[in-house]
């Protein structure tokens, strides 16, 4: 079953933050590692920090903005 997940134009870390309102780094980068995307989050020139730009939602539109 297809997922519609809509990412805002802020940085990794924000995304995978949104909506916990007492998110840390510790809390994203397990968050990450649990859904597997740790190590190509880190392999990103910006690693956490980098940014996210969407034109719609995953699938197809969004990429990391220095890709």
Known sequence: MPQDVVLGNRS??????FGVTDADCVLVHEAARQAQIHQGIEA????????????????????????
């Open 12 to 17: 990794i870390e924000d995304n995978i933050a």
């Open 44 to 67: 990103l020139p910006g690693s956490y920090r980098e940014l996210v730009r969407c034109r719609m939602s995953v699938q197809p539109g969004c990429e990391a903005a220095g890709g």
